[in-house]
């Protein structure tokens, strides 16, 4: 006497179970092995340089737009110098570096007066950003 089975297996769905596992794998690697470098701000036109500093941790970004009346940005709102120097104060216990992206044709003595505002309000590490030379 021959039995014959009652339910049908199909075990087609187990190959799709493991290329969906290797899928999500990739993923998840391709996820966390990329660099997300996002840089918050106003886009401005960097100088050109052949030296610069490796990525800061964490910096809280100032920038400075080109033009005959420069405006400053600090995270993302616009400011008047005289408004910067109690931000940087607030600013100053979060411990964190400061980077000035001025614009190539800002007025020198913008980027002068911001960088002094920072360091007279104790922020130990000011940069200024620049554009790596092609």
């Not at 009652?6 to 391709?30: M, P, Q, R, S």
């Not at 100032?62 to 993302?76: K, M, N």
């Not at 910067?84 to 007066?113: H, Q, S």
């Amino acid at each position: 006497m021959k039995l014959a089975r009652t339910k049908e297996y199909h075990f087609g769905w187990l190959g799709v179970v493991a290329i969906l596992d290797v899928v999500f794998l990739l993923i998840f690697f391709l996820l966390l092995s990329s660099n997300f470098i996002l840089q918050p701000g106003i886009h401005v036109s960097l100088p050109l340089s052949r030296f610069t500093l490796g990525p800061q941790v964490n910096p809280q970004i100032i920038s400075i737009t080109g033009g005959a009346a420069p405006a400053i940005y600090f995270r993302d709102q616009r400011v008047t110098l005289e408004q910067l120097g109690p931000l940087l104060e607030a600013a100053k216990k979060e411990n964190r570096p400061v980077i000035i992206k001025a614009d190539r044709f800002t007025p020198y003595e913008a980027v002068v007066a911001v960088t002094n505002l920072a360091l007279e309000h104790g922020i130990t590490s000011v940069s200024l950003a620049t554009a790596p030379a092609p």
